[in-house]
């Protein structure tokens, strides 16, 4: 069974920057990826980022616009999402999952969810 356990999040000023982890345990067929997710207080959960879990290549949301990078350590079974220039309309949990379809931006299509890290941006 896979399991994916969030870390990272944190309460940082406008302009600033957090670093997000997802540790991946349990067995990842070759052809999976990963995504990054958010869901702020009454709104529906977003796609922010993916990335294939064998070669890297990623796909973006177009609110990401070049701040957050999504990248992979396969030595330490773990992606993560580099948060820069944070708005406060970054605000939100971030959730981290897997997915058997590439590009897919719907959560419905991601499953092994981790429990979410809190990220506040203040302005």
């Known amino acids: 069974q896979v399991q994916l356990v969030e870390s990272g999040g944190g309460l940082v000023q406008a302009g600033g920057s957090l670093r997000l982890s997802c540790a991946v345990s349990?067995?990842?067929?070759?052809?999976?990826?990963m995504g990054w997710f958010r869901q702020a207080p009454g709104k529906d959960r977003e796609f922010v980022a993916g990335i294939r879990w064998r070669g890297g290549s990623a796909y973006y949301a177009d609110f990401v616009k070049g701040r957050f990078t999504i990248s992979k350590d396969d030595a330490k079974n773990t992606f993560y999402l580099q948060m820069n220039s944070l708005e406060p309309e970054d605000t939100a949990v971030y959730y981290c999952s897997k997915t058997a379809n590439w590009g897919s931006r719907s959560p419905g299509d991601f499953n092994s969810w981790g429990q979410g890290t809190q990220v506040t941006v203040s302005s």
């Open positions: 349990g067995r990842i067929l070759s052809s999976s990826s």
